[in-house]
T-cell receptor, first 112, second 117 residues
């Protein structure tokens, strides 16, 4: 079955630096890969979606890359701020289904 | 963006009782909704796909008779945890796909924290 691993359970970085989170999967590549933000006790909030034929997507300070050869997606937050502190989840889905498989998440803490 | 609500946000119940959780899409119609559960510091585990007008599709290992799902209308899905036990205590979250185009973002509800004593 598909396994999704996100680089580390927790990541601490200094304010202003770029945070880089990884999402690695096994087996076959998904048609769609998404990144979500989740704050404690809340539901996830959608951030970005990237398709299997796309290499990179950007939205304001966020950037996502997708490498189907490495079976990996990288999620970058540039000029990080304490307000970016949250858990970030990657999720994969395949053609023909709405279902998503979620990674375990990375808890990011941006230090002031 | 589209909004999904859940009710209640928190519920505490005694072992053996049943608990109903509602998931509503507030400003769009959702023929499909998803139910997840999440344990502390763990990822979201898909429990079932709720389909309007037909039976829910359950993931492997999820008891259908334990977790009853009813998709009564295009904006409402309910999850009933029957004869709840302490091991059912968890964070339950529903989601609905964006109304425009397939495989776009999912809109999540705020979650329901269930504690079974």
């Amino acid at each position: 079955s598909q396994k999704i691993e996100q680089n580390s359970e927790a990541l601490n970085i200094q304010e202003g630096k770029t945070a880089t989170l990884t999402c690695n999967y096994t087996n076959y590549s998904p048609a769609y890969l998404q990144w979500y933000r989740q704050d404690p006790g809340r539901g996830p909030v959608f951030l970005l979606l990237i398709r299997e034929n796309e290499k990179e997507k950007r939205k304001e300070r966020l950037k996502v890359t997708f490498d189907t050869t490495l079976k990996q997606s990288l999620f970058h937050i540039t000029a990080s701020q304490p307000a970016d502190s949250a858990t970030y989840l990657c999720a994969l889905s395949y053609s023909g289904t709405y279902k998503y498989i979620f990674g375990t998440g990375t808890r990011l803490k941006v230090l002031a | 963006g589209a909004v999904v609500s859940q009710h209640p946000s928190r519920v505490i119940c005694k072992s053996g009782t049943s608990v109903k959780i509602e998931c509503r899409s507030l400003d769009f119609q959702a023929t499909t909704m998803f139910w997840y559960r999440q344990f502390p510091k763990k990822s979201l585990m898909l429990m079932a796909t709720s389909n309007e007008g037909s039976k829910a599709t359950y993931e492997q290992g999820v008891e259908k008779d334990k977790f009853l799902i009813n998709h009564a209308s295009l904006t409402l899905s309910t999850l009933t945890v029957t004869s709840a036990h302490p091991e059912d205590s968890s964070f339950y979250i529903c989601s609905a796909p964006a109304p425009v185009g397939p495989y776009n973002e999912q809109f999540f509800g705020p979650g329901t924290r269930l504690t079974v004593l």
